[in-house]
């Protein structure tokens, strides 16, 4: 684990301000190295309240490997890119190369996305959750099409369940909310 890997951790763990001072000794790195530590998280997108009485960590959107590695044991890949010009087309060449599944592909931002009859839709970097997820299935070809049906649902119903507000699916797997298209 990287010294900005350690401190992020310990600064995640922790919900009081820690002084540089003490995450350089409970690291027992210099406090010149937290400091550059935490500036280097910080271009990586990464929020810390400063303080005269040191830092705290703030919550941000961001896909964190180590975080999605602890929340999906089951998935045996997870890619995360800044920029893809699909993450379905990462997935196809991942299936190509007999990549491990499941295997899920994330991006901050998407440059070549597109829908059915090949609409271009727009993936704006911390706007979104881009993904695709890559199964192998013990079914036949024609049995697959529920899958985007039971995903459809399975999303939508997260959504009601954590918004307290109430989806609607539009065929085959638009879930609209407040009617505006979320996913």
């Known amino acids: 684990m990287t010294t900005r890997e350690k401190i992020l951790a310990l600064l995640q763990q922790e919900t009081s301000v820690l002084s ?7 690291l027992d790195i210099s406090r010149t190295a937290v400091w550059k530590a935490i500036k280097e998280l910080e271009k990586k997108g990464y929020r810390f309240e400063h303080s005269a009485s040191g830092y705290r960590y703030l919550s ?4 964190e490997q180590r975080t999605l590695q602890e929340a999906l044991p089951m998935v045996a890949t997870i890619q995360i890119a800044d920029q ?8 196809k060449l991942a299936a190509l ?16 996305g597109h829908g059915r009859f090949n609409r271009p839709f727009f993936s704006p970097k911390g706007k979104g959750i881009y993904m695709s997820l890559l199964l192998k299935p013990n079914h036949t070809f024609s049995e697959l ?14 959504i009601d369940e954590l ?3 109430e989806t609607q699916i539009k065929w085959v797997n638009d879930i609209y909310l407040e009617g505006k298209k979320v996913c």
């Open 20 to 26: 540089g001072e003490k995450i350089a000794q409970k």
């Open 145 to 158: 099409p529920q899958y985007t049906l039971l995903a459809a649902v399975a999303v939508a119903q997260a």
């Open 84 to 91: 893809v010009e699909t993450t379905m087309k990462e997935a």
């Open 60 to 63: 941000a959107d961001r896909y």
């Open 163 to 165: 918004t307290g507000k």
């Open 97 to 112: 190369s007999e990549l491990a599944t499941p295997a899920l592909f994330l991006a901050e931002t998407q440059v070549g």
